[in-house]
Protein backbone atom coordinates (compact mmCIF):
# COMPACT_ATOMS: atom_id res chain seq x y z
CA UNK A 1 0.00 0.00 0.00
CA UNK A 2 0.85 3.35 -0.66
CA UNK A 3 0.66 6.03 2.14
CA UNK A 4 1.24 9.29 2.05
CA UNK A 5 2.12 12.08 5.28
CA UNK A 6 1.06 15.01 3.71
CA UNK A 7 1.83 18.21 5.98
CA UNK A 8 1.46 21.84 5.48
CA UNK A 9 2.80 22.38 8.70
CA UNK A 10 5.61 19.56 9.22
CA UNK A 11 6.60 17.13 11.89
CA UNK A 12 9.71 16.94 13.28
CA UNK A 13 12.53 14.95 10.77
CA UNK A 14 12.49 12.68 13.80
CA UNK A 15 8.85 12.32 13.71
CA UNK A 16 9.21 12.00 10.34
CA UNK A 17 11.48 8.89 10.13
CA UNK A 18 9.83 7.25 13.18
CA UNK A 19 6.79 7.43 10.86
CA UNK A 20 9.02 6.00 7.96
CA UNK A 21 10.13 3.16 9.28
CA UNK A 22 6.54 1.88 10.99
CA UNK A 23 5.14 2.11 7.05
CA UNK A 24 8.20 0.80 5.76
CA UNK A 25 8.79 -1.91 8.37
CA UNK A 26 5.21 -2.96 7.34
CA UNK A 27 6.03 -3.54 3.51
CA UNK A 28 4.45 -0.54 2.54
CA UNK A 29 5.39 2.60 0.20
CA UNK A 30 6.20 5.83 2.16
CA UNK A 31 5.47 9.49 0.92
CA UNK A 32 6.20 12.65 1.63
CA UNK A 33 4.41 15.80 1.08
CA UNK A 34 5.94 18.78 3.37
CA UNK A 35 4.74 22.38 3.64
CA UNK A 36 3.27 22.39 -0.09
CA UNK A 37 2.64 25.55 -1.23
CA UNK A 38 -1.07 25.05 -2.49
CA UNK A 39 -4.00 23.48 -1.63
CA UNK A 40 -4.07 21.81 -5.23
CA UNK A 41 -0.13 20.36 -4.51
CA UNK A 42 -2.20 17.98 -2.08
CA UNK A 43 -5.10 16.92 -4.19
CA UNK A 44 -1.94 16.21 -7.16
CA UNK A 45 -0.12 14.18 -4.65
CA UNK A 46 -2.78 11.67 -3.54
CA UNK A 47 -3.53 10.71 -6.99
CA UNK A 48 -2.54 6.83 -6.34
CA UNK A 49 -2.27 6.47 -2.51
CA UNK A 50 -4.26 3.90 0.05
CA UNK A 51 -3.56 5.55 2.99
CA UNK A 52 -3.16 9.13 4.25
CA UNK A 53 -1.61 10.71 7.27
CA UNK A 54 -2.55 14.65 8.21
CA UNK A 55 -2.34 17.10 10.59
CA UNK A 56 -4.79 20.28 9.88
CA UNK A 57 -4.65 19.59 6.00
CA UNK A 58 -7.76 20.01 4.35
CA UNK A 59 -9.13 16.57 3.22
CA UNK A 60 -12.07 18.37 0.74
CA UNK A 61 -14.45 16.08 -1.36
CA UNK A 62 -11.71 17.79 -4.62
CA UNK A 63 -9.25 15.61 -2.54
CA UNK A 64 -11.12 12.69 -2.18
CA UNK A 65 -12.63 12.93 -5.75
CA UNK A 66 -8.45 12.88 -6.68
CA UNK A 67 -8.09 9.58 -4.74
CA UNK A 68 -9.67 6.54 -6.35
CA UNK A 69 -7.78 4.25 -4.06
CA UNK A 70 -7.63 5.94 -0.66
CA UNK A 71 -9.15 3.71 2.10
CA UNK A 72 -8.09 5.28 5.01
CA UNK A 73 -7.06 8.98 6.56
CA UNK A 74 -5.67 9.45 10.13
CA UNK A 75 -5.70 12.75 11.52
CA UNK A 76 -2.54 12.80 13.60
CA UNK A 77 -3.85 14.94 16.12
CA UNK A 78 -7.29 15.44 17.91
CA UNK A 79 -9.71 17.45 15.58
CA UNK A 80 -11.24 16.26 12.56
CA UNK A 81 -13.10 19.21 11.52
CA UNK A 82 -10.44 19.30 8.72
CA UNK A 83 -11.66 16.30 6.86
CA UNK A 84 -15.28 15.67 4.93
CA UNK A 85 -16.43 13.03 6.77
CA UNK A 86 -19.42 12.87 4.37
CA UNK A 87 -17.35 12.90 1.56
CA UNK A 88 -15.03 9.83 3.12
CA UNK A 89 -18.36 8.00 4.50
CA UNK A 90 -19.75 7.77 0.75
CA UNK A 91 -16.65 6.35 -0.59
CA UNK A 92 -16.23 3.99 2.53
CA UNK A 93 -12.68 5.65 3.63
CA UNK A 94 -11.99 5.35 7.06
CA UNK A 95 -11.10 8.52 8.68
CA UNK A 96 -9.31 7.98 12.35
CA UNK A 97 -7.82 10.75 14.55
CA UNK A 98 -5.26 9.86 17.20
CA UNK A 99 -7.41 11.13 20.55
CA UNK A 100 -5.05 12.11 23.77
CA UNK A 101 -1.54 11.97 21.90
CA UNK A 102 -0.91 15.83 21.26
CA UNK A 103 -2.86 16.89 24.73
CA UNK A 104 0.19 17.55 26.93
CA UNK A 105 1.79 19.65 24.35
CA UNK A 106 -1.65 22.25 23.90
CA UNK A 107 -2.01 22.05 27.89
CA UNK A 108 0.93 23.42 28.45
CA UNK A 109 0.01 26.22 26.00
CA UNK A 110 -2.89 26.88 27.42
CA UNK A 111 -0.96 27.39 31.12
CA UNK A 112 1.80 29.71 28.89
CA UNK A 113 -0.86 31.46 27.51
CA UNK A 114 -2.66 32.27 30.37
CA UNK A 115 0.91 33.64 32.34
CA UNK A 116 1.60 35.48 29.51
CA UNK A 117 -1.36 37.42 29.31
CA UNK A 118 -1.48 37.65 33.19
CA UNK A 119 1.95 39.10 32.93
CA UNK A 120 0.89 41.69 30.18
CA UNK A 121 2.90 40.16 27.52
CA UNK A 122 5.77 40.03 29.57
CA UNK A 123 6.16 44.18 29.29
CA UNK A 124 6.91 46.29 32.71
CA UNK A 125 2.99 46.57 33.46
CA UNK A 126 1.70 45.42 36.66
CA UNK A 127 0.34 41.85 36.32
CA UNK A 128 -1.98 39.51 38.12
CA UNK A 129 -0.70 36.11 39.25
CA UNK A 130 -2.80 32.82 38.89
CA UNK A 131 -2.79 31.50 42.01
CA UNK A 132 -5.87 31.52 43.86
CA UNK A 133 -8.16 32.43 40.57
CA UNK A 134 -10.80 30.33 39.52
CA UNK A 135 -10.24 28.56 35.91
CA UNK A 136 -12.56 27.74 34.69
CA UNK A 137 -12.66 24.52 31.54
CA UNK A 138 -15.25 24.36 28.58
CA UNK A 139 -14.95 20.91 27.81
CA UNK A 140 -13.29 18.47 30.18
CA UNK A 141 -11.52 15.71 27.52
CA UNK A 142 -7.95 15.01 27.29
CA UNK A 143 -6.92 18.44 27.10
CA UNK A 144 -9.19 20.11 29.23
CA UNK A 145 -8.51 17.49 31.90
CA UNK A 146 -4.79 18.28 31.98
CA UNK A 147 -5.15 21.66 31.73
CA UNK A 148 -7.40 21.23 35.10
CA UNK A 149 -4.54 19.69 36.75
CA UNK A 150 -1.89 21.81 35.94
CA UNK A 151 -3.78 24.46 37.13
CA UNK A 152 -4.70 23.49 40.64
CA UNK A 153 -0.77 22.42 41.01
CA UNK A 154 -0.18 26.45 40.42
CA UNK A 155 -2.81 27.35 43.28
CA UNK A 156 -5.67 27.49 40.78
CA UNK A 157 -9.48 26.55 41.28
CA UNK A 158 -10.90 24.55 39.01
CA UNK A 159 -14.31 24.21 37.86
CA UNK A 160 -15.71 22.44 34.17
CA UNK A 161 -18.75 21.88 32.31
CA UNK A 162 -18.93 19.23 29.36
CA UNK A 163 -22.15 18.12 28.03
CA UNK A 164 -20.51 14.67 27.27
CA UNK A 165 -19.65 14.06 31.07
CA UNK A 166 -21.90 14.41 34.44
CA UNK A 167 -21.29 16.53 37.38
CA UNK A 168 -20.12 13.86 39.51
CA UNK A 169 -17.50 12.25 37.18
CA UNK A 170 -16.63 15.90 36.67
CA UNK A 171 -15.69 16.24 40.85
CA UNK A 172 -14.02 12.45 40.97
CA UNK A 173 -11.77 14.05 37.94
CA UNK A 174 -11.01 16.73 40.59
CA UNK A 175 -12.68 19.88 39.64
CA UNK A 176 -16.08 21.72 40.40
CA UNK A 177 -18.35 21.34 38.15
CA UNK A 178 -20.35 24.27 36.88
CA UNK A 179 -24.39 24.20 35.92
CA UNK A 180 -23.99 25.83 32.79
CA UNK A 181 -21.56 27.17 30.29
CA UNK A 182 -22.79 30.64 31.40
CA UNK A 183 -21.95 29.54 34.81
CA UNK A 184 -18.49 28.64 34.15
CA UNK A 185 -17.89 32.02 32.62
CA UNK A 186 -19.63 33.87 35.66
CA UNK A 187 -17.43 32.39 37.56
CA UNK A 188 -14.27 32.16 35.93
CA UNK A 189 -11.38 34.74 35.84
CA UNK A 190 -9.76 32.41 32.88
CA UNK A 191 -11.89 29.95 31.01
CA UNK A 192 -9.82 27.60 28.77
CA UNK A 193 -11.31 26.56 25.60
CA UNK A 194 -11.52 22.93 24.73
CA UNK A 195 -14.83 21.96 22.26
CA UNK A 196 -14.44 21.13 18.97
CA UNK A 197 -15.66 23.12 15.76
CA UNK A 198 -18.96 21.32 14.98
CA UNK A 199 -22.21 22.99 13.38
CA UNK A 200 -23.19 23.07 17.35
CA UNK A 201 -20.45 25.20 18.32
CA UNK A 202 -18.80 27.65 15.82
CA UNK A 203 -19.68 31.17 16.39
CA UNK A 204 -21.15 29.48 20.11
CA UNK A 205 -18.94 31.89 22.42
CA UNK A 206 -20.06 35.17 21.66
CA UNK A 207 -21.14 38.77 22.95
CA UNK A 208 -23.38 36.85 25.94
CA UNK A 209 -20.89 34.45 26.96
CA UNK A 210 -18.12 36.22 27.37
CA UNK A 211 -19.54 39.40 28.89
CA UNK A 212 -20.56 37.45 32.24
CA UNK A 213 -16.87 37.02 32.65
CA UNK A 214 -16.20 38.66 36.14
CA UNK A 215 -13.96 41.97 35.80
CA UNK A 216 -10.63 41.13 34.93
CA UNK A 217 -11.03 37.61 33.32
CA UNK A 218 -9.18 36.02 30.91
CA UNK A 219 -10.59 34.14 27.73
CA UNK A 220 -7.94 31.38 26.38
CA UNK A 221 -8.49 29.90 23.14
CA UNK A 222 -6.24 26.60 22.14
CA UNK A 223 -9.26 25.19 20.32
CA UNK A 224 -10.25 26.27 17.06
CA UNK A 225 -11.07 30.44 16.04
CA UNK A 226 -14.35 28.92 14.19
CA UNK A 227 -16.10 28.43 18.12
CA UNK A 228 -15.66 32.30 18.28
CA UNK A 229 -18.17 34.85 16.98
CA UNK A 230 -15.30 37.64 16.25
CA UNK A 231 -18.13 40.42 15.99
CA UNK A 232 -19.32 39.25 19.62
CA UNK A 233 -15.42 39.31 20.97
CA UNK A 234 -14.92 42.68 19.45
CA UNK A 235 -18.19 44.32 20.93
CA UNK A 236 -17.28 43.22 24.27
CA UNK A 237 -13.57 43.91 24.19
CA UNK A 238 -15.18 47.24 23.08
CA UNK A 239 -17.40 47.65 26.27
CA UNK A 240 -15.02 46.01 28.83
CA UNK A 241 -11.76 47.59 29.07
CA UNK A 242 -10.81 44.64 31.94
CA UNK A 243 -10.89 41.84 29.74
CA UNK A 244 -8.42 39.68 28.09
CA UNK A 245 -8.09 37.39 25.17
CA UNK A 246 -5.38 34.77 24.14
CA UNK A 247 -5.79 32.36 21.34
CA UNK A 248 -3.45 29.67 19.32
CA UNK A 249 -5.58 30.46 16.12
CA UNK A 250 -5.66 34.06 15.34
CA UNK A 251 -9.15 35.64 14.38
CA UNK A 252 -10.13 36.75 11.12
CA UNK A 253 -10.13 40.06 12.69
CA UNK A 254 -6.79 40.07 14.74
CA UNK A 255 -5.39 42.89 12.49
CA UNK A 256 -8.07 45.05 13.27
CA UNK A 257 -8.31 43.72 17.84
CA UNK A 258 -4.62 44.32 17.74
CA UNK A 259 -4.72 48.18 17.21
CA UNK A 260 -8.02 48.28 18.81
CA UNK A 261 -6.85 46.56 22.20
CA UNK A 262 -2.87 46.32 21.78
CA UNK A 263 -1.80 44.33 25.07
CA UNK A 264 -5.28 43.07 25.72
CA UNK A 265 -5.07 40.48 22.75
CA UNK A 266 -2.58 38.13 21.48
CA UNK A 267 -3.02 35.42 18.98
CA UNK A 268 0.27 33.25 17.75
CA UNK A 269 1.13 33.46 14.29
CA UNK A 270 0.55 30.05 13.32
CA UNK A 271 -1.10 27.18 15.15
CA UNK A 272 1.84 25.79 17.60
CA UNK A 273 -0.72 23.95 20.88
CA UNK A 274 0.98 20.54 19.23
CA UNK A 275 3.77 21.96 17.63
CA UNK A 276 6.51 20.29 20.44
CA UNK A 277 8.74 17.21 19.58
CA UNK A 278 6.89 15.04 22.11
CA UNK A 279 3.78 15.60 20.05
CA UNK A 280 5.17 15.18 16.83
CA UNK A 281 6.52 11.83 17.83
CA UNK A 282 3.77 10.53 20.06
CA UNK A 283 0.48 12.08 17.15
CA UNK A 284 2.77 10.70 14.07
CA UNK A 285 3.96 7.32 15.31
CA UNK A 286 0.49 6.33 16.68
CA UNK A 287 -1.33 7.35 13.20
CA UNK A 288 1.43 5.55 10.96
CA UNK A 289 0.86 2.09 13.28
CA UNK A 290 -2.98 2.60 13.11
CA UNK A 291 -2.32 2.56 8.96
CA UNK A 292 -0.26 -0.59 9.74
CA UNK A 293 -3.16 -2.14 12.29
CA UNK A 294 -5.79 -1.27 9.87
CA UNK A 295 -4.40 -2.75 6.74
CA UNK A 296 -3.04 -6.04 8.78
CA UNK A 297 -6.24 -6.58 10.61
CA UNK A 298 -9.04 -4.10 9.95
CA UNK A 299 -8.90 -2.26 13.03
CA UNK A 300 -10.64 0.57 13.08
CA UNK A 301 -10.63 1.77 16.65
CA UNK A 302 -10.24 5.41 16.50
CA UNK A 303 -12.70 5.92 13.56
CA UNK A 304 -14.75 9.18 13.96
CA UNK A 305 -17.07 8.51 10.79
CA UNK A 306 -18.94 5.46 11.71
C1 LIG B 1 -5.40 19.00 17.06
O1 LIG B 1 -6.60 19.07 16.76
O2 LIG B 1 -4.86 17.92 17.32
C2 LIG B 1 -4.59 20.26 17.21
O3 LIG B 1 -5.33 21.37 16.85
C3 LIG B 1 -3.27 20.21 16.47
O4 LIG B 1 -3.32 20.59 15.12
P1 LIG B 1 -2.01 20.54 14.22
O5 LIG B 1 -1.59 19.13 14.05
O6 LIG B 1 -2.38 21.20 12.93
O7 LIG B 1 -0.92 21.33 14.92
Redesign the pocket.
Known sequence: MKVLIATQ?PFSAAAVQGIKEIIEGAGHEFVALEKYPAQEDFVKAVADVDALII??DKVTEEVIAAAPSLKIVVR????YDNVDLEAASKRGIVVMNTPGQ?SNA?AELALAMMIYMSRCQFTPATGIELMGKTLGVQAFGNVGRLVGKKAEALGMKVAAVDPFIPSEKIREMGAEPAESVEELYAKSDFVSIHIPATPQTIKSIGYDLISKMPKGACLVNTARKEVIDEEGLEKVLEERPDLKYVTDVAPDNYALLKEKFGLRVFATPK?M???TAEANMNAGLAAARQIVDFFATGNTRFQVNK
Open positions: KRSAGAGNVKGAQ
